[in-house]
T-cell receptor, first 112, second 113 residues
Framework: DAGITQSPRHKVTETGTPVTLRCHQTENHRYMYWYRQDPGHGLRLIHYSYGVKDTDKGEVSDGYSVSRSKTEDFLLTLESATSSQTSVYFC???????????FGPGTRLTVT | AQSVTQLGSHVSVSEGALVLLRCNYSSSVPPYLFWYVQYPNQGLQLLLKYTSAATLVKGINGFEAEFKKSETSFHLTKPSAHMRDAAEYFCAVSDQGAQKLVFGQGTRLTINP
């Protein structure tokens, strides 16, 4: 298995609070991704990173920000959590073009 | 924009029967194509990938998929279903030169004893 961990694995938070999810890799891969998974929508890309301090938006980036200060860590922040952000969040990594992405175990976030 | 369509959100087959999960993509150039499997409460695991080599791709757990450019399809098959194949399956596509995957909505496979 690719060395990807996500923390926390489960979180319950209240509407309006900030939340940060962490993805950590031990593979030294260049690309890192954050997705959310919701029934009927498959996986949708939130943000991705193509290097330290290099990030770009995905298709559902509103309400989310990311940071990558080290190769191994990619943080996803919900600036002010809303109930619509209740979801399962997956991190993925990839060495680059034409290569598959490897997924972490996921974080289940509930916003009440 | 690139898109992926998986026909059938739920597929049910009997143990030992053929499994066929359908995936069609939209792309003007030959893409990279992937099938992933997700077991309950787990992340996605790569089953197989097509990257412009052989059009028939063999993956793990006895699955295979055939790239058909004329039909813009990449259907997943397995000759004989096993109970352990019950899971959700996702097709994904990436344009050459792009670093992002676009996923289909997923197909939940149920195996009946």
């Amino acid at each position: 298995d690719a060395g990807i961990t996500q923390s926390p694995r489960h979180k319950v938070t209240e509407t309006g609070t900030p939340v940060t999810l962490r993805c950590h890799q031990t593979e030294n891969h260049r690309y890192m991704y954050w997705y959310r998974q919701d029934p009927g929508h498959g996986l949708r890309l939130i943000h991705y990173s193509y290097g330290v301090k290099d990030t770009d938006k995905g298709e559902v980036s509103d309400g989310y920000s990311v940071s990558r200060s080290k190769t191994e860590d990619f943080l996803l922040t919900l600036e002010s959590a809303t109930s619509s952000q209740t979801s399962v969040y997956f991190c993925a990594i990839s060495p680059g073009q034409g290569h598959e992405q490897y997924f972490g175990p996921g974080t289940r976030l509930t916003v009440t | 924009a690139q898109s992926v369509t998986q026909l059938g959100s739920h597929v049910s087959v009997s143990e030992g029967a053929l499994v066929l999960l359908r995936c069609n993509y939209s792309s003007s150039v030959p893409p990279y194509l992937f099938w992933y499997v997700q077991y309950p409460n787990q992340g996605l695991q790569l089953l197989l990938k097509y990257t412009s080599a052989a059009t028939l791709v063999k993956g793990i757990n006895g699955f295979e998929a055939e790239f058909k450019k004329s039909e813009t399809s990449f259907h997943l098959t397995k000759p004989s279903a096993h109970m352990r194949d019950a899971a959700e399956y996702f097709c994904a596509v990436s344009d050459q030169g792009a670093q992002k995957l676009v996923f289909g909505q997923g197909t939940r496979l149920t195996i009946n004893p």
